[in-house]
């Protein structure tokens, strides 16, 4: 089972390739999907860290 930190980084990670996607395609193709999977993933870290606050807790036992 994974932690919530494991869940976050996970997050993280698939943001940070959203956002490079996003910066470093070319502007002659405009595509919406790196945008979509950073809106994707920052909804994932506010869920994580807003909708569970047990998440705290499980690093302190």
């Known amino acids: 089972m994974m932690t919530s930190l494991d ?3 996970i997050y993280s990670v698939l943001c ?3 956002f490079c996607a996003l ?3 070319s502007s002659a193709e405009p595509s919406y999907m790196p945008l979509l999977g950073m809106v ?3 909804v994932g ?3 994580e860290m ?3 606050p ?3 807790e ?3 036992h």
């Open 23 to 25: 910066v470093l395609h």
């Open 50 to 52: 807003h909708r569970w």
């Open 54 to 56: 047990s998440a705290s």
């Open 45 to 47: 870290i506010w869920l």
């Open 16 to 18: 940070f390739i959203s």
């Open 58 to 60: 499980e690093q302190e």
């Open 7 to 9: 869940r976050l980084t």
């Open 40 to 42: 994707a993933t920052v």
